[in-house]
């Protein structure tokens, strides 16, 4: 049995299914919305008109799921787990019946649901998270019918950038109100401001260090301003992009263990920690951070693939583990893209590790070849040992992926020492001579060096 028909869920559900027919395993899974197997990530692109329908966004139909002899239940929403019954409890949001079923085995793929804070005029008419497919379809309808032009966007993290970009295209007059003191807090603030001057430079308006406290409505109900303690924000519609966390009500209600984010924990199997027919995994779950040693929850549909496929494996018969994460995590802001791996300086103090930091800047290409973009590259490593521990990168095109080689070697618990010897693709149209982040590796080395 399955409670969630999106990326985790119903991986697990494939999965499980190549490995056995329909007569040795029955699978049931249940989703109380309108879509399965889509792609949340894409909706701000979705909304922006990158991406021409809604449609492209779905990897897989209920209909082509059901093909598969995988019973799909949808507009179904379990409200209730029995953990020593071996039971969930189930109410069609159609029909209005409510029933028990049965399980031998239990798949737990909730996701996440986002944060929305209790604030006057939050529910107000024009107010949208952007979460699942039905609330960016909610979204498009909004803007269609709304003769204004002004956009508040409330949070600067990835969903909050990636939506301003969608209202920039749209041609609206976009407010980015965030709390921080730097747009994009998955960034040390340093790296974090040159986003800031990025997006500033886009036509983007930028407040930061400010909190909103109520959303201010018109005559007619709908949504006409953001207030924070100082100013007043007008908007005729507000996109809220705070972050979100797992949505784990039905796990806690059922006495299933979570850790200090409020995810479920489980062991290297995806099996719930003290619960040998129990799995969970996506936006749900907190995963071992390999660089840090700790747990942390990051919602990213790589990883809730990822989950399914081991979760499938382990159901239907077979063995596999997931051995944990490093935090990598790429976005773009219209032409500026953003990436970051493993630890920024905050968390590698909070893990009680030593460590140098240098930032360099470089380009994109060879500095002589048309189009070379200058990106800026930040990497951490521990202090004594050389270990790499974190790189972050802001540039223009060519930037973000480059962090990828950073994940690799944080998976592999490189030094940067090591890093600097590392056989990269080289020609003018790709890289430079020294690709930037051996650059940043070569001051890293002789940071370490110097700190003995």
């Known amino acids: 049995m399955v409670i969630g028909g999106d990326a985790a869920g119903m991986s ?81 949001l159609e029909s209005g019946t409510e029933a028990w079923t049965s399980y031998d085995k239990l798949v737990i793929g909730t996701g996440a649901r986002p944060v929305r804070p209790s604030l006057p005029g939050i529910d107000a008419p024009g107010v949208h998270g952007v979460q699942t497919l039905d609330d960016g379809q909610a979204l498009l309808d909004t803007l269609a019918r709304t003769p204004g032009r002004r956009a508040v966007v409330i949070g600067a993290g990835y969903i909050g950038v990636e939506m301003a970009e969608a209202l920039i295209q749209r041609r609206y007059e976009v407010t980015v109100v965030n709390r921080g003191a730097e747009p994009m807090s998955t960034l040390d603030p340093d790296m ?138 790429v976005s773009k802001v219209c032409d500026l893209e953003i990436a970051r791996t493993g630890l ?35 990497m951490l490593a521990e202090r004594l040992t050389g270990r790499l521990l974190g790189v972050q990168i802001v540039g223009r095109e060519g930037a973000a992926k480059r962090v990828d080689i950073a994940a690799v070697a944080l998976t592999a618990r490189m030094t940067v020492d090591q890093m600097t010897a590392l056989d990269l693709g080289y020609a003018p149209p790709f890289s430079p001579v020294w690709d930037p982040v051996l650059v940043a590796a070569r001051k890293a080395v002789a940071a370490v060096r110097s700190a003995g």
Request: proline share 4%.
């Open 192 to 329: 974090g401001r040159l986003v800031h001057d990025a997006m500033s430079g886009m036509g983007i308006e930028m407040v930061n260090d400010a909190e909103v406290t109520k959303i201010l409505t018109g005559d007619d109900g709908r949504v006409r301003a953001v207030a924070t303690e100082d100013a007043e924000y007008p908007a005729d519609v507000v996109v809220l992009g705070i972050g979100v966390r797992p949505e784990t009500g039905l796990a806690q209600a059922a006495g299933l263990p979570l850790g200090e984010h409020g995810g479920l924990l489980t062991d290297l199997a995806m099996r719930v920690r003290g619960h040998d027919n129990i799995w969970a995994g996506g936006d749900c779950v907190e995963v071992l951070d390999l660089v840090s040693g700790r747990e942390r929850h990051i919602a990213l549909g790589t990883h809730a693939n990822k989950h399914g496929q081991v979760i499938g494996s382990n159901v239907g018969g077979s063995y596999a583990t997931f051995p944990g994460v490093v935090g990598t995590a």
């Open 344 to 378: 920024r300086e905050k968390e590698a103090r909070s893990a009680g590790l030593q460590f140098t930091s240098v930032t360099i800047e470089s380009t994109s290409r060879a500095g002589y070849y048309p189009g070379a973009a200058v990106m800026t590259v930040k």
């Open 12 to 92: 697990a559900a494939s999965q499980a299914r190549r490995l056995k027919g329909p007569d040795e395993l029955e699978i049931v899974a249940f989703e109380r919305g309108h879509f399965t197997s889509y792609s949340a990530c894409g909706i701000p692109y979705w909304v922006g008109g990158d991406v021409p329908s809604r449609d492209e966004l779905i990897a897989r139909t209920p209909e082509e799921h059901r093909e598969r002899d995988i019973d799909l239940r949808m507009r179904t929403e379990v409200t209730e787990i029995d953990v020593e019954g071996g039971r969930v409890h189930a109410r069609d």
